[in-house]
């Protein structure tokens, strides 16, 4: 499956963007996609993810509550909403694709990634 990550930007703290996943090439409906991201000079990070169906979501502890991820499967797209974003929120941000039932957050269990899309969140 080819993945193209979009919707970055730069927006002041406390502003809201929503990040878009758009796949191709395979059932769609067969992956768990996850959003990761990577702060300048920092590893890359879970941010979330969503299962096949959409009813079960997994959020690093620091953005609950502020960022939602969803999918539309007839779409072939996941989201990303942001909101109340914070400077530390800058990164670049990935997403990616692992064909499975289960959720997992680590990087190499994902088969899958797209390019980036760089968020700037200013103070």
């Known amino acids: 499956v080819q993945l193209q990550a979009s919707g970055g930007g730069l927006v002041q703290a406390g502003g809201s963007l929503r990040l878009s996943c758009a796949a191709s090439?395979?059932?769609?409906?067969?992956?768990?996609i996850s959003w990761f991201r990577q702060a300048p000079g920092k590893e890359r990070e879970f941010v979330a993810a969503i299962n096949r169906n959409g009813y079960r979501k997994d959020y690093v502890d620091s953005v609950k509550g502020r960022f939602t991820i969803s999918r539309d499967n007839a779409k072939n797209t996941v989201y990303l909403q942001m909101n109340s974003l914070k400077p530390e929120d800058t990164a670049v941000y990935y997403c990616a694709a692992r064909y499975t039932t289960v959720i997992l957050t680590t990087e190499t269990s994902h088969h899958y990634w797209g390019q980036g899309t760089v968020v700037t969140v200013s103070s």
């Open positions: 090439g395979r059932t769609f409906s067969n992956y768990v």
